[in-house]
DNA sequence: CAGGGAGGTTAGCGGTCGTTAACCTGAAGG
DNA sequence: CCTTCAGGTTAACGACCGCTAACCTCCCTG
C-alpha cells in the first residue's frame, strides 16, 4: 500500500480545518469565512473547491462512514482461518484507532447527520448500517448467547463506548495513548461479555 | 413525595418542545418561531416566558446536570450501611432512567454544551464534574484495582455508553424498555470490571 | 366598574450568513 | 508572446433570524 507522503491538498486542508470547527461549534455555528480563514483563504474562496457548504459536510460525513465500513471490511476479509475473538478485537481496535485519532470526525459522526441531504443522509445511514450488521455478525459468533436484537443493540452501546474519547479532556491530559486505547478496548470486551448473562 | 399531577405549565411546555427541536437539528438549527408553533403560539411570543432563545437552552442544560447530580446524591444519601455494589448499581439505574425517559436532554447534554454563556457553562461544567466524581469515588469502592484516572476515564465511557440510547433506533423498536435497561445496567456494569484487569 | 397586568398578536429593524458576480494574477503551454 | 485557466480577491444581494416595539384582549381585583 503506497503510504502518501505529499503535501495536503488545498481541497484536503479545507476539509480538515472544516471538520475540526464543525466538531467544536456545529454545523450551523460556523461560517464560511472562518473556515476559509482556518486555511488562509477567504470564505467565497472556498466555492473553487466545493459546491457549498453542505457539500462539505456531506463529503466529510460520507468519508467517515465509508472509512469505518472499508477498514471492517479489510480487516474480515484478512481474517481467513482466524478465531472470531481475534476477529471481533481486531475491529474494536480499528474502531478506537479512529476514534482516538479523528476525534473531530467522530464527533460529527453521530451528531450532524441531520443536517445532510435526503440523498446523502440516506447513503451514510446505509453505510453505517452496513457497518453496524459486520459487527453484529462476529460478536454473535464470539457471543453464541446473544440474540440478533440483543447483539445490536450492544453493538450500539459499544459504539457509544468507543466514540467516548472526546468527552475524556484534551489530548494532554489522557494518560497516553497506548493505555487509553487498552482501557477502551478491555471496557468494550467486558460489555459484550456482559450483555449476554441474562 | 408529591408526584404533580397538574397541567405544565406554559413555559414547562416551551421547555420540552425547545429541548426536543434542537436534541433534532442543532440549537443554530430551529428558530424561535419554530418552537412557539410547537406550542401554539407565535415566535416572539416566547418572550414573555423567556428572556431569548439562549435562556431557554441555558435552563435546559443547567436542569439536566442539576437534576442527574441531586438524583445522584439523593441515592447516595439514602444508601446508609447498603454495600457499595449496590449504591453503584442505584447509580448506574438512575442514569439509565434519566437516559431513556429523556433522551432529547440527553442529546444535548453532550452536544450544545459550548452555545452557552460562559458564565452558565462554568455551571454545568461544574454540576457534572461533581456527578462524575460521584461515580469515580463509588467505582472506586467497588473496583479498588482502578487508580483514579483509570476510573475516570472509565466512568466517562461508561456514560457514553449509556446515553447511547438515542442511536438505538426509534422508542418502538426496542425490545421494550425494561429488557432495554436491564441490558445496558449489564454491559455497564462488565465494562467496569474489566476496566482494571491490566 | 375602572384599571392593570399577564400573555398574546403583527410589523419591522438590524445583523449575519451563504452564495454569486465581476475582476485580478501568476504560471503553464503552444 | 499571447492565451488560458486555476485559484484567488472584494462587493454585494437576498434570505433568514433573533429580538423589540406597539398594540390588543381577557381576567382578576379593589
Not at 462512514?65 to 471481533?88: F, H, M, N
Not at 462476529?138 to 446473544?146: C, F, G, Q
Amino acid at each position: 500500500m503506497a503510504t502518501r507522503t505529499d503535501a495536503p491538498t488545498r481541497r484536503e486542508q479545507i476539509l480538515k480545518e472544516a471538520a475540526r470547527l464543525f466538531a467544536e461549534r456545529g454545523f450551523h455555528g460556523v461560517g464560511v469565512d472562518e473556515i476559509g480563514a482556518a486555511v488562509g483563504i477567504s470564505g467565497p474562496g472556498l466555492y473553487r473547491h466545493f459546491a457549498g457548504k453542505d457539500a462539505m459536510l456531506a463529503e466529510l460525513l460520507v468519508g467517515i462512514s465509508g472509512q469505518l465500513l472499508t477498514g471492517a471490511k479489510r480487516r474480515l476479509a484478512e481474517a481467513d482461518g482466524v478465531p472470531p475473538e481475534a476477529v471481533l478485537d481486531s475491529l474494536i481496535e480499528g474502531h478506537i484507532d479512529f476514534a482516538l485519532d479523528d476525534r473531530p470526525l467522530i464527533t460529527l459522526h453521530d451528531r450532524e447527520l441531520d443536517r445532510l441531504r435526503d440523498s446523502d443522509r440516506k447513503l451514510v445511514r446505509q453505510l453505517q448500517r452496513q457497518y453496524v450488521e459486520l459487527w453484529v455478525e462476529i460478536v454473535r459468533e464470539v457471543y453464541p448467547e446473544l440474540t440478533e436484537p440483543t447483539a445490536r443493540s450492544a453493538v450500539h452501546s459499544v459504539f457509544g463506548l468507543l466514540n467516548s474519547t472526546p468527552h475524556l479532556g484534551r489530548p494532554g491530559s489522557l494518560p497516553g495513548r497506548g493505555v487509553t486505547a487498552q482501557l477502551l478496548h478491555r471496557m468494550a470486551r467486558g460489555a459484550f461479555g456482559a450483555a449476554g448473562v441474562e
